[in-house]
């Protein structure tokens, strides 16, 4: 198994991943309805969290605390993803561009 699949790959049930992160099975359920999370599935069906799973059911929890309903929260997600999206692309250009600069001196 590569390095980044233990975070990506899905290894607890729902039982577990509620109890990890102090939340019932039903919220579990009602987030991924939502659209918050999208756990992976066992050929059978069955969720399997994965740690970056465990760690947005985290963050939905933190952002619970202080206020924010499912709608917002959404939207907080959506735009943390984006963020990292576009700072992953930066890296590569400031990457791309410093390997330019060596080329030509």
Same mark, same amino acid.
């Given at each position: 198994?590569?390095?980044? %699949? ?55 929890? %933190? ?12 939207m ?5 993803? %984006?963020?990292? %999206?576009l ?19």
């Amino acid at each position: 198994m590569k390095d980044g %699949d233990r975070f990506t790959r899905g290894v607890y049930a729902i039982s577990v991943a509620a109890e990890l992160v102090g939340m019932g099975q039903q919220n579990l359920r009602l987030y991924e309805r939502k659209g918050l999370l999208e756990p992976g599935r066992t050929l059978g069906g069955t969720r399997q969290y994965s740690e970056n799973d465990l760690d947005t059911l985290r963050r939905i929890g %933190d952002l619970l605390e202080i206020g924010l309903n499912l709608a917002g929260i959404r939207m907080v997600l959506h735009l943390e993803a %984006d963020m990292r %999206d576009l700072e992953s692309e930066l890296a590569s250009a400031r990457r791309s561009r410093a390997d330019g600069f060596h080329s030509e001196s």
